[in-house]
Structure formats: structure tokens, C-alpha cells
């Protein structure tokens, strides 16, 4: 299923976006698209049998389209995690997973505008595959138990502030979090409709130029593997989200001057299957 949540920034209703791509309410099954449904197998078969049988009602395709989740708990981030990037950032690939946290309230929906922080002169773009967990993990054994636990996929623009980053001390925390630095969606795509996430192309576009062109059979550490590893560290909860890294392509890894982000650029990026997003770019 492609699930996702539409209207107005902070009143969004759940939604459904069927085979024959029309928007469908599902706000008379469900409160919402969050953990707590992702939980529950008993109301996600109710959707998919209300989605068989043709009867929910039709939305305005017009409608703003948000984060395909409320209520996220964590974002866990995971860094230099594709072997192109490691190598354009002349990084050796890490022994085990680079892991850093991004606030959920980052997070926007797909379409929305993405603010350049005040005094950015490094605002960078990185096109990420989403995993959404589903079941509560701690401490798991191994990578085909943590592909169990994810409840679906989605696109994710990890925004990130080099200069706040990396030269400015202490943690990457500094230059992930600022506001708006986490588009999400369009949809959350069910695990059952994607068999392997390490088969997945992720593209990103500036301004119409491609710049970044790459796929998950890049990933140091696969999906099953991200989730095994950060249980072990912290417990994940039905409607927490892990953005599993970039792949080459990032401003950053660019020859001088950099191409960095500034007010006006528009950034479009896909993740295969999982839909698209565009962000147009204003000063804070």
C-alpha cells in the first residue's frame, strides 16, 4: 500500500493513494498514519480490504501532500553509508555504521519549502532511502530479523549544513537539524511492495541538472543490517525512522567553488517506487 497524509501543514488527514493512483480518505478507518497503526495488523488489514473494495471515498488530487507520518517518534540517521560517497568525500568507509539524530521536528512534507539558515554558506542536498519501523526492536540478532521489523520505505531529503557540521566543533548534530532539513514522502510504502530494498535507484536534481545518480547495492550496510546494528544501541519503536544515508553526488564532494544551495534553487529527487519530492529554497 502507498499510505500517506494530506491537507494543511498540522491538520492533516490519513489518505491512501490506490493502484489506479486516486487520492482516497481514510479518515473514517484510521486517526492517522503513525506507529500506533503501523503496529497493528488488525487495522492495516481493514485498510487493505477497504482499499480492495473500491468503496472509499475520492479526495481532491490537489490537495497538499505532508509527511507520509505523524507522530515520529526518532529519526536516526546514518552516516557515509554508501561506498560512492565515502570515496568523493575521500573518507575511509567505516568499520561499523556512522550514527547521528535528527529532531522529528525537521521533518516536512514532500513539496514544502526548505529555508537556507541564516549566515549558510554550505547548504547541501542528499537523496535518501526512509525505512519506517513497524515492530518494537531491541537488541536483535541479526539482519533478516531487522528487515522484519520495518513496516515501510519512503523517500527522504536529508538538508545538511557542512559548515555547521564539520567546522564549528563537537557533533553533526549542529548541521542536520536545522528547520526544514528533512522532507519526507510523498507516500510510505508497505515493506510487502518493496522485496528488496537493496535494489533501489535514488536520483536528485538541481535547478533540472542531475547530480546525484545512485543505488542502495551501494550501501555499506544494508537495510536489515542499519537495524540490526542501531537496536543494539537504542530501542526502536513502531513510527521511528531511520535514513539509511546518500549516495555520491552531494555538493560537498565537488570540485571548488561548491555548489552549494542558496534562495531560489529547486531540488527534485526520487527514490524508485517510492515517488517523488521538489522543494524550492528560501532564506530563513
Not at 526544514?180 to 510523498?186: A, D, L, V
Not at 543505488?215 to 544494508?222: G, H, K, L
Amino acid at each position: 500500500m502507498k499510505l500517506l497524509r494530506v491537507g494543511t501543514a498540522g491538520a492533516e488527514r490519513p489518505a491512501l493513494l490506490d493502484a489506479d493512483e486516486t487520492l482516497r480518505d481514510l479518515s473514517a478507518l484510521v486517526d492517522d498514519i503513525d506507529g500506533a497503526l503501523l503496529a497493528d495488523e488488525a487495522a492495516l488489514a481493514r485498510v487493505r480490504a477497504a482499499a480492495d473494495s473500491g468503496e472509499l471515498p475520492a479526495l481532491d488530487a490537489g490537495l497538499r501532500i505532508g509527511p507520509p507520518l505523524g507522530r515520529i517518534g526518532k529519526i536516526v540517521c546514518i552516516g557515509l553509508n554508501y561506498h560512492d560517497h565515502a570515496r568523493e568525500t575521500g573518507a575511509e568507509p567505516p568499520a561499523e555504521p556512522v550514527v547521528f539524530l535528527k529532531a522529528p521536528d525537521t521533518v516536512v512534507g514532500p513539496d514544502d519549502t526548505v529555508l537556507v539558515p541564516r549566515g549558510s554558506v554550505k547548504t547541501d542536498w542528499e537523496v535518501e532511502l526512509a525505512v519506517v519501523i513497524g515492530r518494537t526492536a531491541r537488541h536483535l540478532e541479526s539482519a533478516e530479523e531487522g528487515l522484519a521489523h520495518v513496516a515501510g520505505y519512503a523517500v527522504a531529503h536529508d538538508v545538511s549544513e557542512r559548515e555547521f557540521q564539520i567546522e564549528r566543533g563537537g557533533t553533526w548534530d549542529k548541521g542536520k537539524n536545522c528547520e526544514t532539513f528533512n522532507p519526507m514522502g510523498p507516500w510510505l510504502v508497505t515493506a510487502d511492495e518493496v522485496p528488496d530494498p537493496q535494489r533501489l535507484a535514488l536520483r536528485l536534481w538541481v535547478n533540472g541538472e542531475l547530480k546525484q545518480d545512485g543505488t542502495t547495492a551501494e550501501q555499506i550496510f544494508p537495510v536489515g543490517e542499519v537495524v540490526r546494528y542501531v537496536s543494539r544501541f537504542m530501542t526502536l519503536y513502531p513510527g521511528d525512522v531511520i535514513n539509511t544515508g546518500t549516495p555520491a553526488g552531494v555538493a560537498m564532494g565537488r570540485p571548488e567553488p561548491k555548489p552549494y544551495l542558496r534562495a531560489g534553487d529547486v531540488v527534485e529527487l526520487e527514490v524508485e517506487g517510492l515517488g517523488r519530492q521538489r522543494q524550492v529554497l528560501k532564506d530563513a
